[in-house]
């Protein structure tokens, strides 16, 4: 659709994963997950994301309450000594929702062109 002033429209959406209405995964939880796999460290994750510790903390535990299983292994140390590690099954759903993602994008790409473009 084009204006009479040549603005260009473009599609925006959201997508988020839910289990019985309770929130497990969308943008920004990927985005933590990314960080602490980057890092090694949710604190470092944290600063990164500007998500606090805190929210963090509880959005990992929240995320594994409702899979029913460990997302991230957080193990305590001294300096330099403590960190944290993505398990195999928050690697699994990373990559689903990752995947699933790109190909609703493609397709609402494809759609609004058809639409619109």
Partial sequence: MRTENQNTWQLRSKLWLEVNGHPVIGEGRMAMLEAIDRHGSIKQASLETGIAYRKMRGAIREMESILGRSMVMAFRGGKDQ????????????????????????????????????
Wanted: glycine letters at 8%.
């Fill in 82 to 117: 403590g960190g944290a590690n993505l398990t195999a099954e928050a690697h699994e759903l990373m990559a689903f929702y990752t995947k699933l993602a790109d190909s609703l994008q493609k397709e609402m790409d494809t759609r609004f062109q058809e639409f619109f473009g």
